[in-house]
């Protein structure tokens, strides 16, 4: 059992910055596909960004709707994946969940929410 523990959400003004961090238990967590959802009241959770497990840094993929704002990075020692998150939208008002993913088992954290608003 991966346990997995999103923190770093909160209240910011539009165009602000926000860094989440997750932290996901184990030993082979360098093995971890790591991904980025959240799910806004009365939607479907989408993606937002999620970064293999290749080497040091692995592949990163994003939405949409938060290229260019929005950067997935990992750090294998801490095992702790990161979204950093710029330029922020009431539109990107959501609760964000962090997956951890290995042999095709997901784990999920509980969420945090990030809330944009004057």
């Known amino acids: 059992q991966v346990q997995v523990v999103e923190s770093g959400g909160g209240l910011v003004q539009p165009g602000g910055s926000l860094r989440l961090s997750c932290a996901a238990s184990?030993?082979?967590?360098?093995?971890?596909?790591m991904g980025w959802y959240r799910q806004a009241p009365g939607k479907q959770r989408e993606l937002v960004a999620d970064?293999?497990?290749?080497?040091?840094?692995?592949?990163?993929s994003y939405a949409d709707s938060v290229k260019g704002r929005f950067t997935i990075s990992r750090d294998n020692a801490k095992n702790t994946v990161y979204l950093q998150m710029n330029s922020l939208k009431p539109e990107d008002t959501a609760v964000y969940y962090c997956?951890?993913?290995?042999?095709?088992?997901?784990?999920w954290g509980q969420g945090t929410q990030v809330t944009v608003s004057s």
């Open positions: 997956r951890a993913q290995i042999t095709s088992i997901n784990y």
């Open positions: 184990g030993s082979t967590f360098s093995r971890y596909v």
């Open positions: 970064i293999t497990s290749g080497g040091r840094t692995g592949r990163t």
